[in-house]
DNA sequence: CGTTAATATCTTGTGTGCGATTATCTAAGG
DNA sequence: CCTTAGATAATCGCACACAAGATATTAACG
């Protein structure tokens, strides 16, 4: 019988919020990856995209607070999207510090193929859609509440 | 006004699960730093130590499976952290396939330091404690769903 | 106009993450 | 024994992530 009177272990792993919100992150980055390569997409390049799809013809700076991503992680990115030939970079001409990227062609046509991949992840979580719902939320609140 | 009929988007950054979870765990990690940096631990080697603080003298594979890494992510981190004097690593002599990570007491005593460390997050976290607690278990539940 | 501060991106260095491969060792069968 | 399948870490290659510093441009001010 656990002795209900010992002592709270504040390190312990199991009383952490951090250790299963890392763990579940990398986890479920993990499930999109089948799904991702045919796009040749990785994770956060994917979310890139995804940003873009939304608004594109943005500042560098102004994706990276879309996507919580500082210049050092997007630049090398955005020039391996640029490669892919789904995104171009072009100086702005107004403002010669800001680097403009916005979506080729074929990175437009890229979110046809990826309409799909949402769905397929929602069949990878057996959880109930309210459940995902209120985590969304929490998950959201939490960031608020770091900001 | 905007139009309640318009088409859902799956695609949109709002609609998705995926994205405040990363983005919420790159946040966080964020927030431990300037409580880890005395310590001299990056974020993943703390959780690895509160793995080592609970249970230690265990295999590289049986840590990689309580904190969801593998030994390609760990191999590295451990022997950075055999190199600050916080861990030891040795072959088994019954099993020279499998080696042993254990705690140096320089290790052991980074525990006493580590102590405020969770509260001083709390404390970052403008959240009521029975919010994070479920999202704690949300989280919980997608691993779970996830494996 | 010239100097200084602010802005925006890029570069560098360190440390994860993880797929794929390799090397070593153990165990099981013949 | 010997071979082989399985287990276990380590290594390699590529792609983030981010702090710190470098570079280039613009804005602000006297």
Redesign the interface.
Known sequence: MPDETQDF?????D???????????????R??KPFLDPLGLT?PQY?TM??L??HDEVKVGELGE???LDSATLTPLLKRLEARGYVSRRRSTTDERAVIVSLTNEGRDL?EK??S???C?AN????DPS??V???A??????G???
Do not use: D, G
């Open positions: 272990n504040p390190l312990s792993l009383n952490q919020l951090c250790f299963p919100l890392y763990a579940a992150s990398r986890e479920l980055t499930h999109y994770y979310v995804m940003a799809w939304e879309r996507v919580h979110r990826a309409l991949v949402p769905s992840i990878c979580i057996s959880m459940e995902a209120q985590l969304k929490l998950l959201e609140k939490l960031i509440s770091l900001a």
